[in-house]
């Protein structure tokens, strides 16, 4: 049997799977139960916000709004509207994104869900909570939310444009900070919930706390994760480089 055809079966080479998806994917042993459970931790989230929080808004009935409206601003309801789909829309192609099955068998899924994630999705989403901020019922959490915002809109485009340079490993890595903001208010929410089980608190300090915890939380865990894998991801491309 020839060469060409001994490659074709072992499958494509660390770069060729980089260029492919976007990131290395492994063909060793089996990924650990704890990669298993929390695609499956995020994609409940992603479930939960598209059956429970969504439909709510898509009636287009601001007495549905788990806001509150603020009659002294005409188009509160028709901007948070747009906000909450287009934030949706981002959790659901995060969730593809993060799919290796994905990545590995339909690169051209992954590429064209990761643009749909970043013009239709994160930026349009976090602009737009520019503009709900001024009426947020959580005093201190508009500058948590703020800050979020920011930090989304940033990762984003600088992991954008990591890609378009084919720069993979730093686009992974500005990629994965932008996903961990993109889940920063549901994460947050369920953090705080599950941090002070049976504690009765007021809802604008509920509010206060997750607009904070879910993606400072988030963050951290993300970037422990990142400088864990991105050694190891650099050698295995340094070794399949020409030499």
Not at 202 to 216: E, K, Y
Request: overall charge positive.
């Amino acid at each position: 049997m020839d060469h060409e055809a001994t490659l074709r079966r072992s499958g494509p080479t660390v770069p060729e799977r980089i260029h492919a998806g976007g990131t290395p994917t492994r063909t060793g042993p089996a990924r650990k139960w704890w990669y298993s459970s929390w695609t499956l931790l995020l994609a409940a989230i992603v479930i939960f916000n598209a059956i429970y929080a969504l439909p709510r808004y898509l009636h287009f009935d601001p007495t549905l709004s788990r806001t509150r409206i603020d009659p002294s601003f005409g188009l509160h309801f028709p901007v948070l509207v747009v906000h909450v789909v287009t934030g949706n829309i981002a959790l659901l192609t995060l969730l593809i994104q993060l799919i290796p099955w994905v990545r590995r068998v339909a690169p051209k899924v992954h590429r064209v869900s990761g643009r749909i994630y970043v013009f239709a999705g994160a930026i349009p989403s976090a602009l737009l909570s520019f503009a709900l901020l001024p009426y947020s019922s959580a005093p201190m959490g508009k500058l948590g939310l703020a800050t979020m915002a920011l930090l989304w809109i940033i990762t984003t485009a600088v992991g954008y444009r990591m890609g378009t340079k084919r720069r993979y490993l730093d686009h992974r890595r500005w990629m994965l900070y932008s996903f961990a903001l993109a889940l920063g208010t549901s994460w947050g929410r369920v953090i705080s919930q599950f941090a002070m089980p049976g504690v009765d608190i007021r809802l604008d300090l509920f509010f206060d706390i997750s607009s904070w915890m879910g993606w400072v939380v988030s963050l951290i865990l993300v970037h422990w994760y990142v400088e864990r894998t991105t050694p190891r991801l650099r050698r295995e491309l340094a070794g399949h480089r020409p030499g």
